[in-house]
């Protein structure tokens, strides 16, 4: 009987070793349920329409539901604050970007979150340059033409943002600050407004990223005078840069990203950013992204959380510089 016994007790033991080592290395079982990628902003917006992209193509990969689910308000801080308060299992993920994660907490107490601390980052997607937009009539013909206005006229150019602290605001700022210039900023709820009015002349100018702009560029409403990037834009290769314009050194660079709750599992942390670097190499998604005017990124899940780190402190800089509050 104790032969019989040993025997039986090890047999047990053999069985419940794989249970045992999936239980304690979660990314060899994940997906085990729907997945949810929350977007904190309106349906229609580029982290919208890149986050339902790859999550059509991870429910194929995984074989188990991706579910993007918008929860917009307070420049991105609602939808933000509730993946940073989620379980970290890796079933509730952000799509984040540089307004909710690299300004936001900076400026509102609505974003009760330090996105160095509470977020684990999982990789950065895709770069969103912010250009310089002109109505297609605007005298001006370049960079350089608008900070001659502006040197003559202090005060009197005004150009629209979809809010104040936004990634456009903040880019402005930037513009301004290096430029030695001052401009009139005109926050809106929304850049739909800003656009209506700088497509009627009313406002002179204004940044926004190249997938909200350039469908009006395209159709001749428009024109770009620069790139806030470092390299020119695939799409638009004859725009200059801002650097190369005339300010050295300029860099302001939206970008998508996906980060999970703080405390998420190594292994799992890894799993995710392979099989996210993965989905974002089929070709369907990269003519999007080329579409959109936004260049692909990718790098470790440490690449990224360095970055937000250092796009944090770039920020903080700003907003001191220029006095910004939302509160």
Request: charged content about 15%; proline content about 8%; hydrophobic content about 45%.
């Amino acid at each position: 009987m104790t032969i019989r016994r040993s025997i039986l007790q090890s047999i047990a033991f053999l069985l419940a070793c794989p249970a045992a080592a999936l239980a304690a290395d979660p990314a060899a079982s994940y997906p085990a349920r729907p997945v949810t990628i929350v977007v904190p902003f309106a349906p229609g917006q580029s982290a919208d329409i890149l986050a339902r992209m790859l999550g059509e193509a991870l429910g194929k990969k995984w074989g188990k539901p991706v579910v993007v689910e918008n929860n917009g308000g307070a420049g991105g801080a609602v939808g933000s604050l509730i993946v940073a308060r989620a379980r970290p299992d890796g079933y509730t993920l952000l799509m984040g970007s540089t307004g909710p994660t690299s300004i936001a907490p900076q400026l509102s107490k609505a974003a009760a979150y330090d996105p160095r601390k509470d977020f684990a980052a999982v990789i950065a997607l895709a770069g969103v340059p912010q250009m310089m937009l002109v109505p297609a009539n605007s005298p001006y013909k370049s960079m350089q033409d608008v900070i001659d206005d502006a040197r003559r006229n202090p005060g009197k150019l005004s150009y629209g943002t979809g809010g104040t602290g936004s990634l456009a605001h903040l880019t402005m700022e930037m513009f301004q600050h290096r430029a030695g210039i001052r401009l009139q900023h005109i926050p809106y709820k929304g850049a739909g407004p800003a656009y209506t009015d700088l497509l009627a002349g009313r406002l002179q100018l204004m940044f926004d990223t190249t997938p909200a702009a350039i469908g009006f560029v395209r159709a001749g409403q428009l024109r770009f005078l620069a790139a806030s990037t470092a390299t020119r834009t695939d799409a638009a290769p004859g725009v200059p840069t801002v650097a190369e314009a005339g300010l050295p050194g300029f860099e302001v660079q939206g970008w998508l990203g996906v980060v999970a709750p703080a405390g998420l599992d190594p292994a799992l942390q890894s799993r995710l950013n392979r099989d996210f670097a993965q989905v974002m190499e089929e070709p369907g998604i990269r003519r999007k992204l080329a579409d959109l005017g936004m260049s692909p990124i990718g790098g470790s899940a440490q690449d990224f959380q360095a970055f937000i780190a250092s796009e944090y402190r770039k920020f903080a800089d700003v907003i001191r510089t220029a006095g910004i509050s939302a509160d």
